[in-house]
């Protein structure tokens, strides 16, 4: 009897281990993330088709909705419960993701639905809606921690706001002159910031910013585009040569969501066709 009932005990352990283990790493043993990388195969996966000639940066633009073009993955998105300030319901709770390379530049395309934009700089400049890709700078070694890495496990991070789209900048509600002339003084080259990380609070701007992209909101959906070489001569950025593993990180303004208040997905393979 005592045997049977340790035996009932063991399993259910051994089950819900397997079940956190699932749920925190998207997969254990033959199926981690390593495997997947090494191997190309796994579940959890974004195949990043080739294509031939220029890739639009216009979200809107027919190419976008091609399905030659485009195989596109449902990606969930969990609460950030890791660090404080700790954000346990989301709004934004999946987004779809595709991608495309033609052996010198990779976009990727991510979509998802928003009841509202919120870009109003007048307001408050941080709680803006944002999206963010996370990817180790060295993909061969052990994958860092979901929260922007480690001193030892630095990661390459393309941070999207909408508040740096300029065309989204409606300038007529900007009462204050020199806040105006400010704004539109430091209206960036790119929507999209190229940023290190070792760790949670460690966020630096790179020195070279060799990401672009662009972002339109329609229908409640945003559609957001970011763009780069797949390879470049800065140590700071991932170098796409092969599989990768990458995360998601979205933000909702209209929801007071910025920092670690965020959705965020784990880690999930980047498969180059």
């Not at 090494?38 to 990043?48: F, I, M, N, P, R």
């Not at 993701?97 to 990779?106: F, L, P």
């Not at 790119?190 to 966020?203: H, I, K, M, N, R």
């Amino acid at each position: 009897m005592t045997t049977n009932k340790y035996i009932k005990i063991s399993s259910f352990s051994i089950a819900l281990s397997l079940l956190i283990c699932f749920m925190l790493f998207s997969g254990c043993g033959s199926n981690s993330m390593e495997f997947c990388i090494e191997s190309g195969e796994c579940d959890l996966a974004v195949d990043v088709v080739k294509v031939a000639g220029e890739i639009p940066m216009n979200p809107d633009n027919s190419f976008w909705e091609n399905p030659d073009h485009l195989k596109t993955q449902l990606i969930e998105l969990g609460p950030q419960m890791i660090t404080n300030p700790k954000w346990p319901d989301p709004s934004i709770k999946s987004v779809k993701i595709s991608g495309v390379h033609n052996e010198i530049e990779i976009a990727l395309l991510l979509e998802w639905d928003d009841p509202g934009m919120e870009n109003t700089i007048e307001v408050s400049a941080t709680h803006t809606d944002q999206a963010a890709l996370m990817f180790p700078l060295s993909p061969g070694k052990e994958l860092p921690a979901i929260t922007m890495g480690s001193e030892n496990e630095i990661v390459n991070i393309w941070q999207w706001r909408a508040i740096w789209e300029p065309y989204l900048i409606d300038k007529s509600k900007i009462n204050n002159r020199a806040r105006r002339e400010n704004l539109l003084g430091s209206i960036r080259r790119s929507p999209v910031e190229d940023l290190t990380a070792a760790g949670y609070s460690t966020l630096t701007t790179q020195d070279e910013q060799n990401v672009s992209g662009r972002g339109t909101w329609k229908n409640k959906t945003w559609r957001v585009i970011f763009k780069r070489s797949l390879l470049n001569s800065d140590n700071a950025d991932i170098q796409l040569k092969n599989s990768t593993a990458m995360a998601i990180a979205i933000w909702n303004g209209g929801n007071r969501e910025r920092n670690g208040q965020k959705g965020i997905s784990n880690w999930i393979l980047l498969r180059l066709e």
